[in-house]
């Protein structure tokens, strides 16, 4: 077959400015071959390169005792304890599963389990953070099911339990959903496998299925362009994912990795067989000599460009020590799997590739793999034609039938139970979940080890979009508060940072706000960023999504006996607000859903005061004086008090005073930060009283557990006054009522 | 005693059996590769749940062609206690060592949650030390649990007490509100003619601890070793 002849044209089509076309000529000192063109292009596109992020994400703190690999691997990595490491990660699939809901979703499953037993950790948990366009939208639910069913078809089959997660719904993701997907898996501290081609002579291994046409330029075209009218066009992009191939592989890479003969592995996900060959090089300082007549393939007549562009799922790059190969065959015949041994490290610095005994690419792997271009795009302050980020109070209406407008909320999309959607996810399967999906966050034990771990997703877009800085803050301390709602520690954190188009200075204005703002709360929280992911381009026809720094967060849990769940568990019990009533009511979901306003300024957050309240929850739960705990997020103290009432097996009211403030709305729905809800025997007050002063957190009693009705007064008035079931019956029906 | 867990290539509770079996009530157990032929002298076989091979066709039609089965039959033959967990269940109809077959769930959704179970047959090595009646509360987890089975199968299973488990509600009352997959005659578990096979779509071994909040799931396993 003729290969196109290459000039600035065809880079430009590839994705290349002239620029970088040129930098490209210079580094080859000729022009490229239509092989070496691609390679270039996938690896210096954004969602490689990391082009466009790379100066602003080294704002991050990414150190600390715990801290057993940071940034710059396929996942980050902390020590849990008793020889153990638990390795996680976040990444987005957005473009494809818009595109194609069900395969996008699954095969960003695929990707991100793969990125984790790359290192040497049997995966052992998956969460998700979804946002989807508005619910009257036409093709809202048809990206729900599909998404759904694409992280419940792929997470099943392979038996990693999906164990918590969050879903929003926003007009602004019409055009640009989220998929965003964490995997953790743990290892044993000592033996963390890395992507990294060292020793000349040893063998270079390609593993797993075969090599197809499928995804070829994904990592390009589809995560590195904003959509246009035609994104129908580009489901050829997406991959398509087989979770049984990725079963075997995983099976098989453990085994393997039990041997002595692995060096380096790595997943060939976004750019396949180039960025990993390239990438596993230039941490080594060596070179990759690729012979693509031994590459297995599954289609007729494919040539050497598509083969190293291929995005084909389940596939690994394992470089082995010489005079295992016949072990490593073994154990993949085992599984019957491909194991074919397709090239050999040099010393030569070069990527070299041959194909029918010619040679079709030589690239030196330091200019490409680190001499991607690193741009300081402009950044500007977006000028907002109405005054969003002003809201006058007065001239809104206080709420007059608090109780109904609690029931509209718990109705809502935003607020409702979710169990429509982790009823289709495996959750149980490993057998260590302790806190189902429901709570503030998942709490899975480690076998053989007396601590747990929680984990959360978080993050508050509507915020973001207010004040990017301010929400990115609030995004992390309310993940690390949803983690000390169920006794944990924060440990550290992955983020998919999900932004519009970076060459739009308002963009990378918003972006490096998040940047800056997450980088404050991890500094005050110690709370390191071990690693994730940057999405760009999530914009359709000029019009971007809210910003989303989706935060993903890990704590530990000391005993693991001692893990907390949300829901109000006795009859009689105090309940305790830690942290102070509050009453800003800008950004928050009430006024949103019932006063369709996005305005305000976001809830303040002192790091310090957030700080307080969590130890303060988190020493009560490890004292075992509590029997539920629960973050005061969207919705406000009102619908944190209806959720704490619906446990899944019977549910109890509880009658609460509140102190009259200034607006009864902003009293039950403002969005304050660093409140935490507690529930607990009466005896046990004293000594909650006790760790609130140490740890300076103001604390009030509010009422008591029990009955079936929530009943809710502020001053002499009781304001909401309902019978737990027909709260929970908007509430556990809106999702599959509007799912029908 | 001694538990044999059959492993193929797409199970994924097989480590949760073992744990179970070897680090919660201490008995002996280890891992039988579906391509080997032995038991490794095994007094009792877990067929666990997952997706055997894929399950892309229908669940467990090809995890009976595996080399293991043909032994695993023989065992069964013999009277050997064999237990099939949700996917275990499935293969098990499929290899006709249990009667009828399990079809898509009613809503044509995977389900994940906590049902109970009516215990209705004590006469096996799996249910023996379990009251007749007792409800049990154990999750399920599976797209593909809807028992099915021809009329005539349905009343010799039941002349011949040979169903051992029944969807319910927290009391023991049979309802169709408490039969999550729209199983025939709400059945969650059968048994073989002579009662030494067992399926079940409920996971006894995803509650056996009470770290996980519920042990009902133990006395299956402990009537077995009691035996």
New interface residues.
Partial sequence: MQEPSVDLDLAQAHGLTPEEFEKVRAILGRTPTFTELGIFSVMWSEHCSYKSSRIHLKRFPTTGPQVLQGPGENAGAIDIGGGLAAIFKMESHNHPSYVEPYQGAATGVGGILRDIFTMGARPIASLNSLRFGSPEHPRTKYLVGGVVGGI?GYG????IPTVGGEVMFHPGYNGNILVNVMNLGIAHAGRIFRGQARGPGNTVFYVGSRTGRDGIHGASLLASASFEADSEAKRPTVQVG????E??LL?ACLELMKTDSIIGIQDMGAAGLTSSSVEMAGRGGTGIDLDLDRVPVREERMTPYEMMLSESQERMLVVVRRGTEEKVREIFR???LEGVAVGEVTSTGHLSVKFRGKRVADIPVKPIAEGAPILKRPMERPVREDSDSRLDLSRIKDVANPGKALKGLLASLNLCSREWI??????????N??VRPGSDAAVI?I?GSQHALALTTDCNSRYCYLDPRAGARIAVAEASRNLACSGAVAQALTDCLNFGNPERPEVMWQFSECVDGIAEACQSLEIPVIGGNVSFYNETEGKGIYPTPTIGMVGIIED??SAMQCHFAREGDLVVLVGTLGEELGGSEYLSQVHQLEAGAVPQLDLAREEAVQYACIDAITESLVASAHDCSEGGIAVALAESCFHPQGGLGAEVKLPAGKRLDALLFGESQSRILLSLQKANLPKLEKICQERDAPFTVLGTVGGNRLKISVGQDAEINATVAELRKPWSEAFPTWMV | MKFGIVVF?????E??CY??VK?VLKQDASFLWH?EKTLAHSDCVILP???A????LRCGAMAKFSPIMETVSRFASDGGPVVGICNGFQILAEAGLLPGALIRNRTL?????DVYLRTESNASPFTRKIPHGKVLKM?I?H?EGCYYADAKTLSRLEVEGRIAFRYCDSKGNLDEESNPNGSLKSIAGVLNERGNVLGLMP?P??CA?A???NEDGRALFESVISR
């Fill in positions: 419940a099943n089959c392979i038996g087989d979770p049984f191939a079963k075997l099976e085992k599984w019957d982790y009823r289709q996810y495996d959750h149980m399967v490993r057998s979940t302790i034990r076998k693991a006996r | 290539p797409g199970s994924n509770c480590h949760d744990h179970v680090h391509k749940g997952g997706f091979h894929g399950d892309y959704h995977y389900l994940c949650q999750p987890g797209g996971h071994d995803r601890e770290i996980l909040g």
